[in-house]
């Protein structure tokens, strides 16, 4: 837990670290969930987070707001919200510490190493079947055929490197 204390007290936004000064409710579950995706198909390694109840301004202004305890209930059951709809399966837990004496909400999605991650069914009519999202800096992008090519040509070389392969036939070697 000092590792997430220590993320909440440091981080600054980018690839790896979002901040978002409310709980997601019932009104942004399309919002959570593009999050999620853009989070997880972001071309880094390790894990990456959501921080709730923290607020960045434009500078480097970081203001502790907290969320209220009794917010934190896990209603909407989010990671069943992420099986639901995205796939392949995103691993997620949503931790809560405490800053300066309020409550601070993070998501820790686990290391995404089977990207692209798609939604799986839709959600609604900005939020369909087949939708990617990548976040770039501090930014969610709608991810296209060329970024999909690009996760799918990164996943094979790390599944496989090429010095790691070797052909051969059986049998006697026929010399010309």
């Known amino acids: 837990m000092n ?18 000064r409310e709980l997601y409710g019932n009104k942004d579950i399309r919002r959570f969930l ?7 198909n972001a071309s880094l390694m390790g894990n990456r987070y959501i921080l709730i109840g923290i607020s960045f301004s434009r500078g480097t202004k970081k203001e502790v707001v907290g969320v209220d305890r009794a917010d934190i209930t896990g ?35 686990g290391d995404c190493q089977d990207r692209p991650y798609m939604m799986r069914v839709d959600f609604s009519e900005r939020l369909r079947r087949g939708d990617a999202y990548m976040r770039v800096d501090k930014t969610a992008l709608k991810v296209g055929r060329r970024a999909l090519l690009q996760m799918f040509d990164q996943r094979t070389e790390i599944a496989v490197p090429e010095d790691s392969i070797e052909i051969g036939f059986p049998g006697e070697v026929i010399q010309k």
């Open 3 to 20: 590792r997430l204390l220590e993320i909440a007290h440091s981080a600054t936004p980018g690839t790896r670290i979002q901040f978002r």
């Open 34 to 40: 593009r999050d999620v995706l853009s989070m997880a």
């Open 75 to 109: 209603k909407p059951a989010y990671q069943t919200l992420v099986l639901d709809h995205i796939e392949p399966p995103i691993q997620i837990a949503y931790h809560a510490v405490e800053i300066e004496k309020k409550r601070v909400g993070i998501y820790e999605i």
